[in-house]
């Protein structure tokens, strides 16, 4: 069974940065699109970016643009959420997932049902 693992959460200062790392055990991710995606307490689960895995096409949440960077080491098999100038409204659990993703098609935050396997999620504090 493929699973997922996210990393690289903890507390931070708002303003302050975190690099989220997801780890899969599939033997590729080429024809995927990985996604990661929070929820914050008492609130549904929101898209934050994505890409696709074969050609780097990538989207992002209107909140977290330009604070944010998708990546993917193709070597490692990973994929990065670069997050900078943190804000409280940010705290929640990360989640990576992934699903069925073509070359040269777009991949869509907000599109969580093309997304089917799912990490458990690391926790991020923004303090104020």
């Known amino acids: 069974q493929v699973q997922l693992v996210e990393s690289g959460g903890g507390l931070v200062q708002s303003g302050g940065s975190l690099n989220l790392s997801c780890a899969t055990s599939?033997?590729?991710?080429?024809?995927?699109?990985v996604g990661w995606f929070r929820q914050a307490p008492g609130k549904e689960r929101e898209g934050v970016s994505c890409?696709?895995?074969?050609?780097?096409?990538?989207d992002y949440a209107d909140s977290v643009a330009g604070r944010f960077t998708i990546s993917k080491d193709k070597n490692k098999k990973m994929v990065y959420l670069q997050m900078n100038m943190l804000k409280p409204e940010d705290a929640a659990v990360y989640f990576c997932?992934?699903?069925?993703?073509?070359?040269?098609?777009?991949?869509?935050?907000?599109?969580?049902?093309?997304?089917?396997?799912w990490g458990q999620g690391t926790q991020v504090t923004v303090a104020t």
């Open positions: 599939e033997y590729s991710l080429d024809y995927r699109a």
């Open positions: 890409i696709n895995y074969s050609d780097g096409k990538t």
């Open positions: 997932a992934t699903g069925i993703k073509l070359p040269g098609f777009e991949c869509y935050v907000n599109r969580q049902w093309e997304y089917n396997t």
